[in-house]
């Protein structure tokens, strides 16, 4: 193939980037541009799905112009997104009918509460394999529907279109009006709650439970699939791939395979472990999703596991305590100290999510004696990402009995070698850290990459990916034990009712998780 690169677009939460890659996986150009966050009510977020839109049609040809490229360079765009958000829009024109709702939106809270009371809600869970939250896409089409006037009916009449974010940039990059693809990947369509996530299909049942009409919703297709070619922006470039942004992460980390992780440190975080064509059901407070899957392949799934809290602890030690000026700081000011002087941090700020799934938690900090420096606060506040990563491996372990060999890590706190050194020691597992930090984008591009044979096979793949630093474990097991258990005692202290049996966690993971910082 004489094409040189292929593009990824990462829209996210806080902005949406234009990445070119090359055959190697090296970032050759890269634009990006944050769009504005609207917050109408207390708890309500929104997006400007136009706005996105627009900021794509021309963050693409800057990049282009940076690498001194042209459309007939690039050989396919893959497409990665945040998670669960949701936008609806008129099939004639394309004019959103409302703001986006974004997955950390809470306005359906009450909405799902009263949902989950209901004797058909066990069910529900067991056939889409998630908890009842509010960060979930249908009960925000729900509401859409149910709150803009004349919306349901016009979705019925076949008037209206439904998608996450990379379905609205698929029908916008293939015609829009014209004859744009509705589609969505597998892996964003199995967070929506409509999905069968044996089967991959919508579910009836579950259209009836939410009271949605199927003529809304885009045709669910593989994430590598050529889906077609784009009209708009690129024309005549194939779009090859959609992934959510957790799952394109797993796949630009080359976890192809049962067994291998990855988590992705940011302002919260999120553990995801390949479990192969198997669909694990946690008992254990983890979610089961779709990790990938290419055309004509069998579903790989993966467990997950969010952690809410871990980079905005650092943040809260930066602005709420004044404790350091900058977040590299922490690392500085931690190392003034050898351990954490017997103080341990939770930081349920909103409750807790993986494993223990509590909305009546609180923050705690434990331990608290007139010995305890600001470099022992500062190293507890490291700590607890650590030990929070711990848990969710362990439930992780529990559930499948795959032992990890490795964890691969991206984020921006795996800048952090202090955090880094001392997760491997409480896993007692290696830590690696790859040379491409852009992993979401880079599993975009992988991706659609493959669909259109840049790449041969997923082998080829294993050979771009290249360790940058990788941390081996240190510790005696006994302190490991040791301070495992005093972590625990602290989490116990955080609660505010007594603790939920092991096996109710995950149905549990209730109507906070939409406080996750991360989609």
Partial sequence: MSRRYVLAVDQGTTSTRAILFDRSGRLVALRQHEHEQHFPQPGWVEHDASEIWTQLSQL????????????????????????????????????????????????TAGLIESMAADPRAARVSELCGLPFAPYFSASRLRWILDAVPGARQRAVAGELMFGTMESWLIWNLTGGANGGLHLTDVTNASRSMLMNIRTCRWDRELLAFFDVPAQVLPEIRPSIERYGACTQVLPGVAIGAALGDQQAALFGQTCFEAGEAKCTYGTGSFVLLNTGTELVTSRHGLIPTVAFQAAGEPVRYALEGSIAVTGSLVQWLRDGLGLISSAPEIETLARTVGDNGGCYIVPAFAGLLAPHWRSDARGVITGLTSYVTSGHLARAVLEATAWQTREVIDAMTADTGLALRELRVDGGMTANNLLMQFIADILDTPVVRPMMAETVSLGAAYASGLAVGMWPDRTSLRRNWHRAAEWNPSMDSALRDREYANWQEAVTRSYAGPARPAGETAARAGVYAGTLSGS
């Fill in 60 to 107: 693409v040809p800057a990049a282009l112009a940076d690498a001194e490229a042209g459309p007939g360079d690039v050989a396919a765009i893959g497409i990665a997104n945040q998670r669960e958000t949701s936008v609806v829009w008129e099939r004639a024109t394309g004019r959103p009918i409302h703001r986006a709702i974004v997955w950390q939106d809470t306005r």
